[in-house]
């Protein structure tokens, strides 16, 4: 069963994270996120799910909000087979989550571990704004807590300018 807003909620409790969640109206894009009273919104995550031509490596890639990814120019420099966005199925099935909800949380719902993470190097440093695996709440938190909580379940992470 995938983790639910509240387990990540309690999780992060459990594990004595700082963080700050913002309740708000389901969100698809990053428009409508935009829309909603935040209060970091320069650090809201664009979140992007990826995979190869052949379906072999998967990619979750975050970045701040008003970056453009160019996937083209993005295999180029981290050395991908040709990449296309990630079909809904895909989405449910390596990460438990629903489009809309795309989130660096989901991985930990990826028991094969197969996911690979890129991070902007722009959030090294600070807070990112990340859904909950529910895209009706923001989780404002250190990206070094979540950056551990990934490490710990296995997952591949490297940070990128992007």
Known sequence: MPLSKEDITALLDSKKIKY?????KPVFTIDEML????????????NLFVRDDKKRKYYL???LEDKKINLKGFRKEHDT?????????????KMGLYRGAV??????????????????K????TI?????????????INTRDVVKLL???????????M
Do not use: Q, W
Request: proline share 6%; charged share 30%.
């Open 81 to 93: 087979r040709p990449l296309t966005f990630a079909s809904e199925e895909d989405l449910m099935e």
């Open 103 to 120: 989130t660096p949380f989901g991985i930990l719902n990826n028991d094969e571990k197969d996911v690979i993470v890129f991070f902007d």
């Open 151 to 161: 490490k710990a379940h296995g997952n591949e992470i490297h940070f990128v300018k």
């Open 128 to 140: 990112m704004g990340i859904h909950p695996c529910d895209n009706t709440a923001t989780v404002f």
């Open 35 to 46: 829309e909603c009273d935040m209060p970091y919104p320069d650090l809201i995550a664009k």
């Open 122 to 125: 722009d959030y090294e440093n």
């Open 20 to 24: 700050e969640i913002v309740e708000h």
């Open 61 to 63: 890639i975050t970045c």
